[in-house]
């Protein structure tokens, strides 16, 4: 069945041969066991989980151009993604049944590193593996910020406001000069690229004039090409730090003691505060804090001694340390790893997500609050009251900015249990309202849920939905790009807004 928008299957069958012709037979991708391989991995089997009508994997920016111009020909919809590894958020599902997904994975090229202004250009398929393997292939002593699982785009992750746990972790905050196809298939350079030539492409995130590079975060204003990333100089120390709390009401503590060390640069990066996982009684017990410090051997040694006479102030609280002149290597667990730069997938084991006797899907609760102990014991709160009524494992962590905490509660269910993923979904819903009412917004969601949770924000009726969408109709009028993606929907399909 050819996908709507398109007049007629013979004019789908049209563009299909067009896409062929533009970026080769192995590009696109038309067969049903293709085409299933490229969704939501964790809907059950007979979930409604909306199929691309084809894949196509363009290699260069000149094919995206390609594949824009004809997509525009045929009032065909694209849904892009740079890896598909986002799983938990949808993975590579459609929000517009029958899209074309784009899939930039073959677009995998380090483009530039810059060892003396601590830099990296990627194209949306480098993954974290390759970064980091660049980075050691030729020596260079900088670190890229990764997350916990070490498979998705550094790109795609950046421009879906992805999380890192290293100084330069706030990924969208280390992006620094895109490239970008519009609607049009017009290629853009934000900030200082607008430039020819200009040597500041990506050192500076202003040139003259609007600052566009937030503008294509999480929207479907263009599809980016490449982007620069600010890098790490690797220190001369590195310790992988632990402080543990026997008591789960030593929360809030945790969190106040812990604010001022961010907010004063005694702990640079993004501490994380734990739960155990998995868990599925949801009872009270201890938390774990996870940061790291970095620097001169002298002032490791003072930062680990305020930290330490900090956390005193908790009875029972304990503070180790692990200490590298260098990033730890594989076999160091997934704590010591990932604040340093190197991409791993142990969680994956710790979380039992792949095993064989009981596979397990995700989502995850992803809200913003306030850094203190109240806040990050409200929203704890919430989380766990709906959880302990699933009866299902999952957990909890508190990522720490300094100002704000980004809370990350993941939910599991049986990936072959219909009536359990939909039951997560209708609890994670009521989460998101409840929240809502706290005044706590989610910062990402599935693909599913993206115009449920776009609807929260709904200042002075909406303004905000209101601009992106005169921005959406202005840059992309015949409205192929992405559509309702974070819940901007073209004005030809804005009727499909479902919440």
Not at 370 to 378: D, L, Q, S, W, Y
Request: with cysteine; proline share 6%.
């Amino acid at each position: 069945m050819h996908p709507e928008g398109a007049a007629s299957a013979a004019e789908f069958g049209a563009a299909v041969k067009e896409f062929t012709s533009a970026l080769g037979e192995d590009a696109v991708l038309t067969d049903a066991a293709s085409l299933r391989e490229f969704g939501d991995p964790y809907a059950p089997p007979e979930w409604a989980n909306p199929q691309p009508a084809l894949v196509v994997q363009p290699a260069s920016l000149e094919e995206v151009q390609a594949v824009v111009r004809i997509a525009n020909e045929h009032r065909l919809a694209l849904w892009t993604v740079s890896r598909g590894k986002n799983n938990g958020y949808g993975g590579s599902a459609v929000a517009h049944p029958g899209s074309v997904l784009v899939h930039l994975g073959r677009m995998n090229k380090v483009a530039e590193v810059n060892e003396e202004l601590a830099y990296a250009v990627v194209e949306p398929g480098v993954s974290f593996y390759d970064l980091y393997e660049e980075l050691g292939r030729h020596g260079h002593r900088l670190w890229a910020a990764v997350p916990d699982l070490g498979w998705g785009s550094v790109l795609g992750n950046a421009v879906d406001h992805g999380i890192g746990y290293a100084p330069n972790g706030d990924r969208a905050a280390s992006v620094c000069g895109m490239e970008v196809v519009l609607a049009d298939g017009t290629i853009v350079r934000t900030g200082m690229g607008a430039m020819e030539g200009s040597p500041s492409r990506h050192l500076s995130k202003r040139g003259f004039g609007p600052t566009f590079d937030g503008l294509f975060m999480q929207s479907n204003f263009g599809i980016v090409t490449k982007v620069g990333i600010w890098l790490m100089p690797r220190p001369q120390v590195y310790s992988s730090c632990l402080v543990s709390v026997i008591d789960d009401g030593d929360l809030e503590a945790l969190v106040d003691i812990l604010r001022p060390l961010v907010l004063d640069g005694t702990i640079t990066g993004q501490p994380g505060i734990f739960s155990p996982l998995p868990r599925a009684d949801w009872v009270s017990g201890p938390w774990t804090l996870r940061f790291a410090l970095y620097g001169r051997e002298a002032e490791v040694d003072l930062k680990i001694a305020t930290i330490r006479d900090a956390f005193a102030a908790i009875d029972g609280a304990t503070v180790s340390e692990n200490r590298y002149h260098g990033q730890p290597p594989q076999e160091a667990s997934q704590t010591d790893k990932v604040h340093a730069g190197v991409p791993n997938q142990d969680m994956i084991d710790e979380i039992g997500l792949d095993d064989p006797n009981l596979p397990l899907g995700h989502t995850v609760f992803s809200s913003i609050v306030p850094n203190t102990g109240a806040h990050a014991r409200a929203i704890t709160e919430l989380f766990r009251r709906h959880m302990r009524a699933t009866g299902l494992p999952g957990g909890q962590s508190l990522v720490v900015h300094g100002r704000y905490i980004t809370n990350l509660g993941l939910i599991a269910f049986p990936r072959d249990d219909r009536g359990a993923a939909e039951a997560v979904f209708e609890i994670y819903r009521t989460m998101v309202l409840e929240a809502t009412a706290l005044g706590y917004g989610e910062y990402r969601t599935h693909v599913s849920t993206m115009d449920m949770v776009a609807e929260q924000f709904g200042f002075n009726d909406h303004a905000l939905l209101r601009t992106t969408e005169k921005i959406k109709d202005a840059l992309d009028p015949n409205g192929i790009l992405s559509p309702g993606k974070s819940g901007i929907w073209p004005s030809r399909l804005r009727g499909e807004r479902g919440l």
